[in-house]
């Protein structure tokens, strides 16, 4: 339903949508990156065309309505509307812009098939969805820059290095794949040599060794005696790691 759209109500507006305006023919475009543009829609022939008369709020309200009536006049003179060729520079409508989130679930769902580990699917689809989609999920593919990458991984860069090691490595794949899909141009932000390592500390050195306890080597006969008097495979087998210094994993799948 159209409604007069005031100065006030274009300019809190930033939910994606088109705000139809009572004048003929007038809308304001909200997109997904609160970018908003003036269009005006007209139709002859049973042929739809939509014109751009520029960009809110460089485009006021009243001036976006002059604009309506001029073209709508010169439509009513041509007989049909200006053709794009005709139309102002600042009239072209901006290319449609691919966010981050629908281009990154495309290409987890045209990689999937080459993962041998089902897990790995649903990896790569919880580490994007829980970190990167709250900061860059319905952001442009172009507009994406360094300091939105350290957004998502600054906070848990030190605390769960793996997980945010391997976030940006995905981050990094699903921004080249967009840079040669055309979505973006430049440097990749979440590029670690020679970009995200002279920003955020290595993760190696930020990794905490932690040994499993040993038994002191003094109480180790003491131990070996107690072990012997269990007479369960468990038992033998727990010996039999120690007298060979076996993996557990050797040990467990032994024949």
Not at 175 to 192: E, M, S, V, Y
Request: glycine share 6%; aromatic share 6%; proline share 7%.
């Amino acid at each position: 339903m159209p409604s007069t759209i005031t100065q006030a109500h274009a300019s809190k507006t930033n939910t994606p949508c088109r705000i139809y305006d009572t004048h003929p023919g007038l809308h304001l475009w909200v997109k997904s990156n609160k970018a908003k543009y003036w269009i005006y829609r007209t139709a002859k022939g049973g042929k739809r065309t939509d014109l751009s008369l520029g960009k809110f709020p460089d485009i006021g309200v009243a001036e976006a309505r002059k604009k309506a009536s001029a073209l709508a006049l010169e439509v009513q003179g041509l007989g049909h509307a200006p053709t794009r060729a005709k139309t102002p520079p600042e009239a072209v409508l901006p290319k449609a812009e691919v966010v981050f989130q629908d281009f990154a679930q495309a290409l987890v769902a045209d990689m999937s098939p080459q993962w041998r580990n089902p897990k790995h699917a649903s990896q790569w689809a919880n580490t994007l969805r829980d970190y990167a989609y709250p900061i860059i999920g319905q952001k442009p593919l172009g507009d994406i820059t360094t300091e939105d990458i350290l957004q998502i991984l600054k906070p848990i860069w030190q605390t769960k290095t793996e997980t945010a090691t391997r976030l940006r490595g995905r981050v990094e794949k699903v921004l080249a794949a967009a840079t040669i899909k055309g979505h973006r141009t430049g440097i990749n932000p979440a590029q670690w040599r020679g970009h995200l390592d002279c920003l955020l500390p290595q993760p190696k050195k930020l990794q905490k060794v932690k040994h499993h306890p040993a038994l002191p080597f003094e109480e180790l006969p003491n131990f070996i005696e107690q072990l012997q008097a269990r007479r369960s495979i468990s038992a033998l087998a727990l010996e039999f790691c120690i007298l060979t210094t076996s993996r557990t994993s050797e040990v467990l799948l032994a024949k």
